[in-house]
Nanobody
Framework: QVQLVESGGGLVQAGGSLRLSCSVSGRTFSTLRMGWFRQGPGKEREFVAAITGSGGTTYYADSVKGRFTISRDNAKNTVYLQMYSLKPEDTAVYYC????????????????WGQGTQVIVSS
């Protein structure tokens, strides 16, 4: 059973930064492509960023490109989302997800999900 546990959310002012972490257990971490998704108030869940098992390729939504960085530490079974220049519209519950195969940007292609961590960006 693959388990994902996010941490690092919180309240931050616009322009600030946060780093989210997601710890994974139950499967060889390097075999998993990891993604971050978010769901804002009254919105659909949307893709934020993803990273391949080796960490060699990353994917970003246009709305976060240049502000967010996804990375992973396979020795620690952890994936990170470093968020800079946060905006009020980044306010959402952020979910970590893992997939064995499929499209990196499609939520339905992810088999495993964390419980989510809340990020609130105040203006």
């Amino acid at each position: 059973q693959v388990q994902l546990v996010e941490s690092g959310g919180g309240l931050v002012q616009a322009g600030g930064s946060l780093r989210l972490s997601c710890s994974v257990s139950g499967r060889t971490f390097s075999t998993l492509r990891m993604g971050w998704f978010r769901q804002g108030p009254g919105k659909e869940r949307e893709f934020v960023a993803a990273i391949t098992g080796s960490g060699g390729t990353t994917y970003y939504a246009d709305s976060v490109k240049g502000r967010f960085t996804i990375s992973r530490d396979n020795a620690k079974n952890t994936v990170y989302l470093q968020m800079y220049s946060l905006k009020p519209e980044d306010t959402a519950v952020y979910y970590c997800a893992a997939q064995v195969s499929g499209l990196a940007t499609i939520a339905l292609d992810y088999s495993y999900w964390g419980q989510g961590t809340q990020v609130i960006v105040s203006s």
